[in-house]
């Protein structure tokens, strides 16, 4: 989210590939996403703080549905990656910042959690050398995720994980 740039030889990272886990789109906008299916939707300013309030709120709901610990832990790294990302990178430092949204969703056997900043989008970071880790980690920890960014007006993880075993390779 915000301005992390995936690696070049991300998989899915080319604009509308998509490899199953992976799918990304560069858009004009972000159309808002429907909270009709939603069981929780959070808007909270882009603030270090509020980090930690959406992990405590996504934890507890995964709780609550009774997830296995390991699931409960991936879905709290994902969005807690995907939640800090926003707060440093997607809106001007020393401004009021802008908000991050959090859209929680239980179908089925998997769960979607959708992080939008409307700010610059993802993009390259100008206070590192390269790409991060947040988006391959988090890429790698989910069922699938599916990434748009539109310049100037934003960008939406949505992020899936499977409720009912861990991800592949987990012992």
Not at 94 to 102: H, N, Y
Not at 104 to 120: A, C
């Amino acid at each position: 989210m915000g301005n992390e740039s995936l690696p070049s030889d991300f998989t899915g990272a080319v604009d509308g590939v998509s490899d199953g886990i992976v799918s990304t789109h560069h858009v004009d906008a972000l159309a808002p996403v429907d909270a009709r299916d939603s069981d929780v939707r959070l808007t909270l300013p882009a603030r270090p703080e509020n980090v930690s309030v959406i992990r405590h709120v996504l934890g507890a709901f995964a709780e609550a549905l009774h997830l296995p610990e390991i699931v409960v832990e991936d879905i709290r790294l994902a969005v807690t990656e995907a939640s800090t990302n926003v707060v440093r990178h997607a809106y001007d430092s020393g401004a009021d910042p802008g908000p991050l949204e959090i859209v929680i969703r239980p179908k089925g056997e998997l769960l979607d959690v959708i992080v939008t900043d409307r700010g610059r989008g993802i993009g390259p970071s100008p206070d590192t050398t390269g790409p991060g880790l947040g988006l391959p980690l988090i890429a790698a920890i989910v069922h699938s995720l599916e990434i748009h960014h539109a310049p100037s007006a934003g960008s939406r993880l949505a992020m899936s994980f499977h409720c009912g075993s861990p991800r592949v390779g987990v012992a």
